[in-house]
């Protein structure tokens, strides 16, 4: 296996089956600290940079949380209108790492244009992770939820993996990529605007990924193990919370998970959201045993902790 | 006395007598160390989660100091707008909360709406430190200055208190639940349309803390062990700061402290403001010898640092 | 000399020749902690304010990461419209900075406005660190850059800088006043609306700084040992960045630095950029071996550790 120390965390692309396996057993390693039921100083002295050019809570806090819990430091910018890189004549992401790797030993990087981590990888002379990208890749969350997936369900072999929502989102892109390293089908339900494009299915055939197409909820929920969710409208930002009518549901019911449609579903089956959600998950679900977003957020941070301890090379 | 550990801090209402004195004493007790005069670690590895949906620099800034001069960590976010929280489909409390409870010990939330921090509580599985919600309640913020008047002048026992200010807002709240359980007298004066609303007073009356209302300050400071003080108006966020005549007061004179006025009060009376402050406190009362706040302040860290100590376990 | 410890860092003026040494010493000394290489905890239990009205990345990071190299903690705001201190009726400097003081050991403040930091000093219990005043002054900036041309160079004296930008500047102001204490040459390249200050030469006159004045880069490449860049015109932030067309150049050729201005330059000649650039500096000059401002950008950390430990008294 390539080591993981110094190494960039961009894709899932390329991503070996072993090297999925290393991470989660370096994450039930480190569990135990994530709830701090043990304490940790292994990453002491160490700094993860935040490069945040688009708001997130649950990336940028899990990460730091990671690294507060290792007794690691934290630095970087939460928005880049608080930076001048946000400024009109945005300086390019090569003098912006030229910036940044001097003020610490790995970069998490978010960024709404597509491929901007993998130009700071190029620059930089510390690690680079991917926080998401754009339309790109979330490598880091699909780790969680693969890892998620493993620790309630045994293994992601064997699984089948209905995955409702936009899938020119970056999370079904890793998600797509990383089965095919596993005996795994992934079920694809999305609206016609929101299906996956030509090329990733072409990627896929070519690395393998199992996957099939479906049309309503309604067709695939009986047969899934894992019910994997994003939302699949984007939200009408011209409205203001007052403005929308009380009965105003956005999604609709083909690609809406209800209790009623949960009934369908196998007895061991389970429901994982990388949230936030709309109404395309309804929070009676939250009550059925199928719920594990819950855990799958937890799970955030202590992947992120395997992670960050692999690429800093506190393992090895 | 019930325990601290794990204990939410929403509100005043139902504080014990003896609760109060514990964290006062416990505030003496860790008091060198915020001032760098004493170092310590002992909330090494814990971490505090900040969730400010609404600008704050003191409450925040004393929060964290206090997390940081005992060795801890700091993670969250000091703006809604920073993060997807603040998104138009702005998600439940309890989808937050089952995020953030995976990345702290403690929760610190401040929030424009009345009772979010009570609703966060319901769901956490770590403790919840009310940092103000809307009209609500500002308990962390009403210790403090209970704390500093023990300190200034021996007990808050035997004193009456001016309060002076607009009686809707959530320090004044905190205030008369917590006078309930001190031998003092509480003296209200707002103006008529910022007055105490009959429900807070028909409280007061059941808890048995000792109030009544006067219209002036001269009426008043006589009396008064403690000018206690909150703006009594709202500032005019239309006008730019440079369209502001400049002999232009917005407080009017019955509510305003200055020297003058001063010179009517007892010799040995105090003035505390949480700040910042407006024209209802003028900067020629820093020089007297009745100014307080800046000890106010300072104690605010004091106090963050007792309560976090507490309910983090670390005193048992 | 006067030692730094309890010392505010306001401006260059003054600052004696042997001080400047005795920081680009222990900078030197702490060099290897920046990179990782070592491990310090030398600010343990000690914390930085920042206090950030206007946005930066450099300036603040730089202090963050020196902060964190060395075991020490960082509190703050890096934006005033985060804080109510943003709000229309703005606290008063001193009212604000009796808040801060309680919050840590050492305040690294940026203002808008010129002075703000001086005034803060006025009432600061802990040292003050001004991270860049409006028109005023950026000393931390011109000993990070002293600095660079000492390890690269090795010395300040001896050299002509040719400082290219708007010289209403505030590093360009505090390279000026650094210079008086030096065997150094400055020589000055502004457009004439961007001219320096009557007032500001009549300073370095009576300091002794060695200047003149010139029109075109091509006028004084030759004779450069250090050039020393800052933009020249201001962005318009009236356009959005697809509307500028791509040949667009805001700088005029007199005031360029490009590879082939560079051709004609001594052949040990440096080129210094305090960064974020425009078109004053092109890309192409950085594959030159005359680019030393990505050093620059790491002595930033370098610089600001030998500071930090300075004022908090933690080499005496």
Same mark, same amino acid.
Do not use: C
């Given at each position: 296996?390539?080591?993981?120390?110094?190494?960039?965390?961009?894709?899932?692309?390329?991503?070996?089956?072993?090297?999925?396996?290393?991470?989660?057993?370096?994450?039930?390693?480190?569990?135990?600290?994530?709830?701090?039921?043990? &304490?940790?100083?292994?990453?002491?002295?160490?700094?993860?940079?935040?490069?945040?050019? *688009?708001?997130?809570?649950? &990336?940028?806090?899990?990460?730091?949380?990671?690294?507060?819990? =290792?007794?690691? !430091? /934290?630095?970087?910018?939460? @928005? +880049?209108?608080?930076?001048?890189?946000?400024?009109?004549?945005?300086?390019?992401?090569? @003098?912006?790492?030229?910036?940044?790797?001097?003020?610490?030993?790995?970069?998490?990087? !978010?960024?709404?244009?597509?491929?901007?981590?993998?130009?700071?990888?190029?620059?930089?002379?510390?690690?680079?992770?991917?926080?998401?990208?754009?339309?790109?890749?979330?490598?880091?969350? $699909?780790? #969680?939820?693969?890892? #998620?997936? &493993?620790?309630?369900?045994?293994?992601?072999?064997?699984?089948?993996?209905?995955?409702?929502?936009?899938? !020119?989102?970056?999370?079904?892109?890793?998600?797509?990529? +990383?089965?095919?390293?596993?005996?795994? %089908?992934?079920?694809?339900? +999305?609206?016609?605007?929101?299906?996956?494009?030509?090329?990733?299915?072409?990627?896929?055939?070519?690395?393998?990924?199992?996957?099939?197409? /479906?049309?309503?909820?309604?067709?695939?929920?009986?047969?899934?193990?894992?019910?994997?969710?994003?939302?699949?409208?984007?939200?009408?930002?011209?409205?203001?919370?007052?403005?929308?009518? %009380?009965?105003?549901?956005? #999604?609709?019911?083909?690609? *809406?998970? #209800?209790?009623?449609?949960?009934?369908?579903?196998?007895?061991?089956?389970?429901?994982?959201?990388?949230?936030?959600?709309?109404?395309?998950?309804?929070?009676? $679900? @939250?009550?059925?045993?199928?719920?594990?977003?819950?855990? %799958?957020?937890?799970?955030?941070?202590?992947?992120?902790?395997?992670?960050?301890?692999?690429? =800093?090379?506190?393992?090895?």
């Amino acid at each position: 296996m390539r080591s993981f120390a110094g190494r960039d965390i961009l894709s899932l692309k390329g991503f070996e089956r072993n090297e999925f396996m290393h991470l989660f057993e370096i994450a039930d390693r480190v569990e135990p600290i994530a709830r701090g039921r043990q &304490t940790s100083d292994l990453l002491a002295h160490k700094i993860m940079v935040t490069a945040f050019y *688009q708001p997130s809570t649950r &990336t940028r806090l899990a990460h730091e949380s990671a690294m507060n819990r =290792l007794g690691g !430091r /934290v630095n970087g910018f939460s @928005d +880049a209108k608080m930076t001048r890189a946000g400024d009109f004549y945005q300086e390019s992401i090569k @003098d912006t790492v030229h910036m940044l790797e001097f003020y610490g030993d790995v970069i998490v990087m !978010r960024h709404f244009q597509q491929g901007a981590p993998h130009e700071a990888a190029k620059w930089a002379s510390i690690p680079v992770i991917n926080g998401g990208d754009g339309w790109g890749e979330h490598p880091t969350q $699909v780790l #969680t939820d693969l890892y #998620t997936i &493993t620790k309630e369900m045994g293994s992601v072999d064997g699984k089948s993996i209905l995955a409702i929502g936009d899938h !020119r989102m970056r999370t079904m892109h890793s998600l797509g990529y +990383a089965l095919s390293q596993f005996d795994a %089908e992934m079920v694809i339900l +999305a609206p016609e605007d929101m299906s996956p494009l030509p090329e990733f299915l072409a990627e896929l055939d070519e690395m393998g990924t199992n996957y099939r197409i /479906v049309d309503h909820v309604n067709d695939a929920i009986e047969d899934a193990d894992v019910i994997y969710m994003e939302p699949v409208v984007q939200p009408d930002y011209t409205l203001s919370r007052d403005d929308v009518p %009380e009965d105003y549901s956005m #999604t609709p019911p083909e690609y *809406q998970v #209800t209790a009623e449609v949960m009934k369908k579903a196998k007895s061991s089956s389970i429901v994982l959201h990388s949230l936030p959600r709309m109404d395309e998950l309804l929070e009676e $679900v @939250d009550h059925t045993r199928h719920a594990r977003y819950w855990e %799958e957020a937890y799970n955030g941070v202590v992947m992120r902790m395997a992670l960050l301890t692999s690429v =800093l090379g506190s393992w090895e």
